[in-house]
């Protein structure tokens, strides 16, 4: 079963700085996922990527499958974007079935 | 479309007690499964569905069953209720699993087990 490992767990930033959250996994992967879950509680569906690069707004998602890592960039970051982020992989190479990182939750200070 | 719909929002049962939580989506897919978040660990699968008729277990299936008699539902029931099933469930689904395609959530359950 693959072991996925999120940091940091928490992290507090000012407004403007550039964030990063990282995420590792133990065992090769088809795509991995990053999500984001609202101070509300709804989780939405931000990357799914399987190599290189993707990058949405001031959002970017890298990957690196050698090294089983995988990396969450915001750009100039704005207080709406405090929330839990959250990296999702499959639990073996080619299951259906998800494990999930517990996350790392972001504060953005104005 | 409402995307994927999840009732009760909240919900408060007495050890003992069943009860079923009810996804729904409009979205025409194939994958549904059902999570269960608690505080301090990741989301945790509990059952999944890759089509009408088709379910699995996924990491935590003890004491929940479900069924996919449609492509569009996909509730799980609680037989038995027991305190350490309070938790956040969440439901989600995607067109035809989750090797290649984004996950759609519900807004998820409160559920609490007295």
């Known amino acids: 079963k693959n072991e996925v490992e999120q940091s940091p767990q928490n992290l507090t930033a000012q407004e403007g700085e550039f964030i990063t959250i990282n995420c590792s996994y133990s065992v090769g992967i088809s795509a991995l996922h990053w999500l984001q879950q609202h101070p509300g509680g709804g989780i939405v569906s931000l990357f799914m990527?399987?190599?290189g690069k993707k990058k949405h707004g001031r959002l970017i998602a890298t990957i690196n499958i050698q090294e089983k890592h995988s990396s969450l960039h915001i750009t100039a970051s704005h207080p709406r974007d405090s929330a839990v982020y959250i990296c999702a992989v499959p639990s073996q190479g080619g299951s259906e079935k998800l494990v999930f990182g517990k996350g790392t939750k972001l504060t953005v200070n104005p | 479309n409402a995307g994927v719909t999840q009732t009760p929002k909240f919900q408060v049962l007495k050890t003992g007690q069943s009860m079923t939580l009810q996804c729904a989506q409009d979205m025409n897919h194939e994958y549904m499964s059902w999570y269960r978040q608690d505080p301090g660990m990741g989301l945790r699968l509990i059952h999944y569905s890759v089509g009408a008729g088709i379910t699995d277990q996924g990491e935590v299936p003890n004491g929940y069953n479900v069924s996919r008699s449609t492509t569009e539902d996909f509730p799980l029931r609680l037989l038995s209720a027991a305190p350490s099933q309070t938790s956040v469930y969440f439901c989600?689904?995607?067109?035809?699993?989750?090797?290649?395609?984004?996950?759609?959530f519900g807004d998820g359950t409160r559920l609490s087990i007295l």
């Open positions: 989600a689904s995607s067109r035809t699993g989750t090797r290649n395609q984004p996950q759609h």
């Open positions: 990527l399987s190599s």
